[in-house]
T-cell receptor
Framework: EPEVTQTPSHQVTQMGQEVILRCVPI?????FYWYRQILGQKVEFLVS????????KSEIFDDQFSVERPDGSNFTLKIRSTKLEDSAMYFC???????????FGSGTQLSVL | AQTVTQSQPEMSVQEAETVTLSCTYD???????LFWYKQPPSRQMILVIR??????QNATENRFSVNFQKAAKSFSLKISDSQLGDAAMYFC??????????FGQGTRLTINP
């Protein structure tokens, strides 16, 4: 089965630093998403991306967050100035079209110290 | 806004027995999808089963089946012949088209040998 690939699997950073989380969605997929999950809590939607632009974002996705699909294969989430409360597992996901299965990556565990 | 509620934070079952996890949701839409995801300690998101709202027949996948009650907005997951490998967090989720997944709070399932 095809896979969504996320790198790195673990990222440790200092508060205030910028981090970029990387995702390679499945090649023929058109819709892309970032979710996050704080340890012990539910999975929360951050942002969706379609046709090279953000289609929806949550209240969590403030000015500190941005997404890019720079080269047609990678899909990145940038946090400009990390806070302690950004510590979470970040999941990338993609789907080809709306009635099909959503594929999740295995996640990047971000720890902000 | 759509919401998903899982009222059982924890459930336990004896190995080989049957367990049912509850989920209710709220939406004004008529066409949508419902999902159950399994999250083992690795924190990977694994799709267990999905249900299209327009289908009256309940979805089944081997030992996993759902009881979908559209009018009541209820979507429970039944696991038959529980196995030790079924121990995990289970999340109920809702999606309309290619829009975001909305997750419930999760139910931690323990299997007693």
């Amino acid at each position: 089965e095809p896979e969504v690939t996320q790198t790195p699997s673990h990222q440790v950073t200092q508060m205030g630093q910028e981090v970029i989380l990387r995702c390679v969605p499945i090649s023929n997929h058109l819709y892309f998403y970032w979710y996050r999950q704080i340890l012990g809590q539910k999975v929360e939607f951050l942002v969706s991306f379609y046709n090279n632009e953000i289609s929806e974002k949550s209240e969590i996705f403030d000015d500190q967050f941005s997404v890019e699909r720079p080269d047609g294969s990678n899909f990145t989430l940038k946090i400009r100035s990390t806070k302690l409360e950004d510590s979470a597992m970040y999941f990338c996901a993609s789907i080809r079209q709306e009635n099909e299965k959503l594929f999740f990556g295995s996640g990047t565990q971000l720890s902000v110290l | 806004a759509q919401t998903v509620t899982q009222s059982q934070p924890e459930m336990s079952v004896q190995e080989a027995e049957t367990v049912t996890l509850s989920c209710t949701y709220d939406t004004s839409e008529s066409d949508y999808y419902l999902f159950w995801y399994k999250q083992p300690p690795s924190r990977q998101m694994i799709l267990v089963i999905r249900q299209e709202a327009y289908k009256q027949q309940n979805a089944t996948e081997n030992r996993f089946s759902v009881n979908f009650q559209k009018a009541a907005k209820s979507f429970s997951l039944k696991i038959s012949d529980s196995q030790l490998g079924d121990a995990a967090m289970y999340f109920c989720a809702y999606r309309q088209g290619a829009q975001k997944l909305v997750f419930g709070q999760g139910t931690r399932l323990t299997i007693n040998p």
